[in-house]
């Protein structure tokens, strides 16, 4: 019954060092999706995906890097991370697009902090 | 363009009082879809409804409802006889159906005080 799984949950950066964050889902959904929430901007779409080897910028994707190797898997990137980027990241996957009557399960965050 | 607005920033109740979070939208399609999350202090999220743009009847969960008015563009949610586990963060979202992206909200901080 796992869902929706980010790893790590906690993670703390010196500017300039990269990372990776890794979302799995067990529900065998085809769309997945990155955000990042900050203090009074609600959620926002970092990149997402609607099958495996395809990737789609969403409206704040500069900084990150994404790729979806495995249907399964969705992994956020750092390459250089900046104290902007120090927000909570959520993971979500949708069986189909939003539009297409699905809600969107979540996993349960990363706190990033960039130093 | 998609925008969904949650004015109220942050609400603050009695426990037993009824409280209503506000959600105004904007879409140019004609479908689409709406819907309620919650954000608990623990931090997940945690779907809480979906309505879609053709079906304005209210729907009732318990001691939670929701108002859908396309005249005013609202989804409103109602939550009758508030507890302290209702303190949360709630978001409403928006989604056109040939897009592939959920538009939130900002977000309505509840707090229910004992």
């Known amino acids: 019954n796992a869902g929706v799984t980010q790893t790590p949950k906690f993670r703390v950066l010196k500017t300039g060092q990269s990372m990776t964050l890794l979302c799995a889902q067990d529900?065998?959904?085809?769309?997945m999706y990155w955000y990042r929430q900050d203090p009074g901007m609600g959620l926002r779409l970092i990149h997402y995906?609607?099958?495996?080897?395809?990737?789609a910028k969403g409206e704040v994707p500069d900084g990150y890097n994404v790729s979806r190797l495995k249907k399964q898997n969705f992994l956020l990137g750092l390459e250089s991370a900046a104290p902007s980027q120090t927000s909570v990241y959520f993971c979500?996957?949708?069986?189909?697009?939003?539009?297409?009557?699905?809600?969107?399960?979540f996993g349960d965050g990363t706190r990033l902090s960039i130093l | 363009a998609q925008k969904v607005t949650q004015a109220q920033t942050e609400i603050s109740v009695v426990e037993k009082e009824d409280v209503t979070l506000d959600c105004v939208y904007e879409?140019?399609?004609?479908?689409?879809?709406l819907f309620w999350y919650k954000q608990p202090p623990s931090g997940e999220l945690v779907f809480l409804i979906r309505?879609?743009?053709?079906?304005?009847q209210n729907e009732i969960s318990g001691r939670y409802s929701w108002n859908f008015q396309k005249s005013t563009s609202s989804f409103n949610f109602t939550i009758t006889a508030s507890q302290v586990v209702d303190s949360a963060v709630y978001f409403c979202?928006?989604?056109?159906?040939?897009?592939?992206?959920?538009?939130f909200g900002t977000g309505t901080r509840l707090q229910v005080f004992p």
């Open positions: 979500a996957s949708s069986y189909s697009n939003p539009g297409g009557n699905q809600p969107q399960h």
């Open positions: 529900m065998n959904h085809e769309y």
């Open positions: 995906s609607v099958g495996e080897g395809t990737t």
């Open positions: 879409t140019r399609d004609t479908t689409y879809y």
């Open positions: 309505r879609n743009s053709f079906d304005e």
């Open positions: 979202a928006l989604s056109e159906l040939a897009t592939d992206k959920l538009i």
